[in-house]
């Protein structure tokens, strides 16, 4: 089974900046397109970014910038997030992009506010 974990999340006020962190074993990073999602409700997840792709409904409903990097040797992926809005408060999760995703992870929480 598939352990992924998600840290790097906080609290931080509009403008400001953060960089997520993923693990995922590096043999499945290395074969697995990866992306990052934002837990809605439920079992529900908005797909926010994979590596050379922002989802433009997602980063419209969210507002910043972000971008995703990958390490498959050191097993890790990254989204660096930038000029956050209130808006992209959530807990923000990695995965496969394909479905059925792996189990899901604990997430990491990231809270814009003044």
């Known amino acids: 089974q598939v352990e992924l974990e998600e840290s790097g999340g906080a609290s931080v006020p509009p403008g400001g900046s953060l960089r997520l962190s993923c693990t995922i074993p590096?043999?499945?990073?290395?074969?697995?397109?990866m992306a990052w999602f934002r837990h809605i409700a439920g079992d529900s997840y908005e797909l926010v970014a994979q590596?050379?792709?922002?989802?433009?409904n997602t980063l419209n409903s969210i507002k910043g910038r972000f971008t995703v990097s990958e390490s498959p040797e050191q097993g890790r992926m990254w989204l660096q997030m930038d000029d956050l809005r209130p808006a992209a408060s959530g807990r923000y999760h990695c995965n496969r992009m394909s479905s059925p995703q792996w189990p899901w992870g604990p997430g990491t929480q990231v809270t814009v506010a003044s």
């Open positions: 590596k050379g792709r922002v989802y433009i």
């Open positions: 590096p043999n499945l990073l290395k074969s697995t397109t």
